[in-house]
């Protein structure tokens, strides 16, 4: 089944901002670069399909502050943190990488989350797995389980901001609910690290005759 397509008008934006991304990535601001990149754009809008980032027409301005507050705190304390771990430890850095399995399946908050998450300096989304919301997550310094479990539960932190922001209700009742029961969805670390049990077979009952 063919998408329907959508008028060149609602997508004009989009080409735009691709133009000057091409610009900035051949850090040439000539016309004909623009115009280059406005070719590319136009061809890989309009015959490549992108999978549609549907609005949840909620957007709680509160929230947006406290989320952008603490990003711009993390990506300041990063910086140090990373520039501290270069010249003291260097090289000798462990370093993990981290299933994060999001709340919300929407692609504009795993969109946003993943943005935040690899935009804080000592971190990188590796991958994402779309079909259980699943992000990958490159992280420095992480020593053990317990500093897994703090950066897991530091991500999901995250989403849960930007969901009081302008998350649909369902994901927000989830994020309120959470808060009501001081835990986070889904399995604990103890749960995902047990092993699931077999079935054990129930002994037949003997036919009588």
């Not at 890989?44 to 709680?60: A, E, H, M, S």
């Not at 990488?97 to 946003?112: E, G, K, N, P, V």
Request: charged content about 20%.
């Amino acid at each position: 089944m063919r998408r329907p397509k959508t008028p060149l008008m609602l997508e004009l934006p989009l080409i735009l901002f691709l133009g000057v991304f091409w610009m900035a990535v051949w850090q040439s601001f000539e016309l004909g670069t623009f115009i280059i990149g406005l070719v590319y754009a136009t061809i890989i809008v309009r015959v490549f399909y992108l999978p549609p980032l549907r609005g949840t027409g909620r957007l709680n301005p509160f929230w947006g502050l406290v989320f952008l507050m603490r990003f711009l705190a993390k990506m300041v304390l990063a910086s140090f943190q990373v520039s501290w771990l270069a010249v003291v430890k260097g090289p000798r850095i462990r370093n993990s990488i981290i299933a994060i399995q999001l709340r919300s399946h929407d692609d504009l908050l795993i969109t946003l989350t993943g943005h935040s998450l690899a935009l804080v300096p000592g971190s990188l989304v590796l991958d994402v797995d779309r079909t259980t919301a699943t992000l990958y997550l490159h992280a420095l310094n992480v020593r053990d389980d317990h500093a897994a479990e703090k950066i897991r539960q530091d991500a999901l932190r995250t989403e849960a901001l930007l969901i009081r922001t302008l998350g649909n209700r369902s994901d927000l009742a989830v994020v309120k609910a959470e808060a009501r029961l001081g835990r986070v969805a889904g399995l604990s670390k103890t749960q995902r690290d047990t092993p699931v049990a077999a079935p054990s077979a129930e002994p037949r009952e003997e036919e009588t005759s």
